[in-house]
């Protein structure tokens, strides 16, 4: 193993990983490489090239890739239901759909109130079957990642759509761009990533987290996570002992259930977002900007979200 893969900070950190595995680049050629997913029953994964308006499939079997929708509406973010289907941020679709199993496109929601949404970005499915997902306005800041507009709605929130009726609320109104998103593995807590400093200079680059109700749906005001060194976070997995597995500028960083950082795992490139693979959910997969890669830890994903 080259010594400069792992940054071991707490000794469980040492534990997480494999000292005999290293970082493989299993595929080059995208311009931002983002919104990993992983299909178990066919043992393959799907991530966006955002500005190529892909979305690429690896297969794990034999190690081919494939262009797997082209065009895909510039999505971004994605995740996989418990049906096993494909829910997908649509910077240019301004919306967030599905993919049926009949391989149809069902847009599940592309409003609030009336006014459309900025720019979905990225996606978790909660087991009671609600979808829960980040509005910042990156896909209609410039041509570059969607379609260049205006702001219908008043700001960049978190939003839920509910599994019985559909309908849409705000989660959360104060966030300045809430970017990656998921559910503790006991579903008790929402952490949400805010990307804010891409906007203004002294803006947020940090996580926070907030406390679910009993009902499920509302959300405690949050409180601060972690922040980030190098970059900021964008997407972030847990694994099923609570620690949260994040993408940073400087490659993959773990946080332990108490904020702890407790290492890290370089990569070459500006890491965007991750997912846990494998039948046995135990390699990690990492878009970062131009290519996708991967490493096996000694963590096993969280089994949802994807």
């Not at 996580?207 to 997407?235: E, K, N, S, W, Y």
Request: proline share 5%.
């Amino acid at each position: 193993m080259p010594a400069e893969t792992y940054e071991i900070l707490d000794d469980r950190f040492a534990r997480l990983v494999h000292k005999s595995a290293h970082l493989e680049k299993l595929w080059t050629g995208s311009r931002w490489a983002e919104g990993p997913a992983y299909f178990p029953a066919g043992r393959y994964l799907v991530w966006s090239d955002i500005p190529n308006d892909r979305l690429m499939r690896y297969d794990e079997t034999d190690g081919s890739v494939s262009t797997f929708m082209q065009p895909a509406m510039n999505q971004n973010g994605h995740t996989v239901d418990r049906q096993g289907r494909l829910v997908a941020c649509e910077h240019r679709g301004r919306c967030v759909s599905r993919i049926e199993h009949d391989g149809t496109r069902k847009v599940l929601a592309d409003r609030h109130d009336g006014k459309r949404f900025n720019s979905p970005n990225d996606v978790v499915v909660k087991s009671d079957g609600s979808i829960w997902f980040t509005d910042p306005s990156y896909g209609i800041d410039s041509d570059y990642e969607g379609d260049a507009a205006p702001h219908e709605v008043d700001g960049c929130h978190v939003y839920r759509i509910d599994a019985a009726t559909g309908a849409v609320s705000a989660a959360l109104t104060d966030y300045e761009k809430p970017n990656g998103l998921a559910f503790s593995p006991d579903e008790r807590y929402l952490y949400v990533a805010d990307t804010g400093i891409s906007h203004r200079k002294d803006g947020p680059r940090h996580i926070r987290v907030h406390d679910v109700g009993a009902d499920g749906r509302t959300l405690g005001p949050g409180r601060v996570f972690a922040t980030c060194d190098v970059g900021v976070f964008d997407g972030f997995r847990f694994d099923i002992s609570g620690n949260l597995w994040t993408s940073t500028g400087a490659g993959v960083s773990c946080y332990a259930p108490d904020g702890t950082l407790i290492g890290k795992i370089a990569v070459p490139e500006v890491v965007a977002n991750l997912c846990f693979g494998g039948p046995k959910r135990n390699r990690l997969y990492v878009c970062a900007t131009t290519s996708l890669y991967s490493i096996f830890v000694n963590a096993h994903g969280a089994t949802w979200p994807s």
